[in-house]
């Protein structure tokens, strides 16, 4: 089973500012198996990225995604109180089991 | 409109057993493989089980496995979780979530994702 493991932990940032999120693959993943999800207090997860690095449909060009075999990357600009969430990287390999990392709690201050 | 309600939730004492649905609206149901995830207290997503759009093919996390069953009518637009022998690490918010398939024929490969969340039901087991 592939883990995913994402750091920072917990990233406290300002209005205005960019936010970078890892997440790294114990083993390489597909980039077209690599997707992203934001979740806030209360709320279902919302796709944001899949395929590594393609936006979903309504998401704003402040948030992409890049890389590729074991290190992923969301990069978040010109950060904005409502981008406070906890985000998720997920590999989906050519078959389950699929995996999520621990997540990321992102702050704006 | 595209949407995913779940239902079922509710307290439940160890060992016991409770019944998850998904209704799906909005979309072809039958075209869409299905997924459960769950959001333990202060602990992150956890993928749970997936099932293939005619309900051949079922997969589960090993937390679940013999434990859980998925399955679906695509007659009635529902996806379901039997889940048995319920222990305390079990309660959760339970997620349905659609899974998007599509061949990418620029790379020549498949792109996967979950595209369409429901907003959940809530578990609690505990006596």
């Known amino acids: 089973e592939i883990v995913l493991t994402q750091s920072p932990g917990t990233l406290s940032l300002s209005p205005g500012q960019r936010a970078t999120l890892s997440c790294r693959a114990s083993?390489?993943?597909?980039?077209?198996?690599l997707a992203w999800y934001q979740q806030r207090p209360g709320q279902a997860p919302v796709l944001l990225i899949y395929g590594a690095s393609r936006r979903a449909t309504g998401i704003p060009d402040r948030f992409s995604g890049s890389g590729s075999g074991t290190v992923f990357t969301l990069t978040i600009s010109r950060l904005e109180p409502e981008d406070s969430a906890v985000y998720y990287c997920?590999?989906?390999?050519?078959?389950?089991?699929?995996?999520f990392g621990q997540g990321t709690k992102l702050e704006i201050k | 409109e595209v949407q995913l309600v779940e239902s079922g939730g509710g307290l439940i004492q160890p060992g016991g057993s409770l019944r998850l649905s998904c209704a799906a609206s909005?979309?072809?149901?039958?075209?869409?493989?299905m997924n459960w995830v769950r959001e333990a207290p202060g602990r992150g997503l956890e993928w749970l089980s997936f099932?293939?759009?005619?309900?051949?093919?079922?997969y589960y996390t090993d937390s679940v496995e013999g434990r859980f069953t998925i399955s679906r009518d695509n007659a009635k637009n529902s996806l379901y979780l039997q889940m048995n022998s319920l222990r305390a690490e079990d309660t959760a918010v339970y997620y349905c979530a659609r899974q998007q398939n599509y061949y990418d024929s620029v790379a020549s490969n498949w792109v996967v994702y979950m595209d369409v969340w429901g907003k959940g039901t809530t578990v609690t087991v505990s006596s």
């Open positions: 083993q390489s993943v597909a980039t077209n198996y």
């Open positions: 909005g979309f072809v149901f039958s075209g869409h493989q």
């Open positions: 997920q590999q989906y390999g050519s078959s389950p089991p699929y995996t």
């Open positions: 099932i293939s759009d005619s309900g051949h093919f079922t």
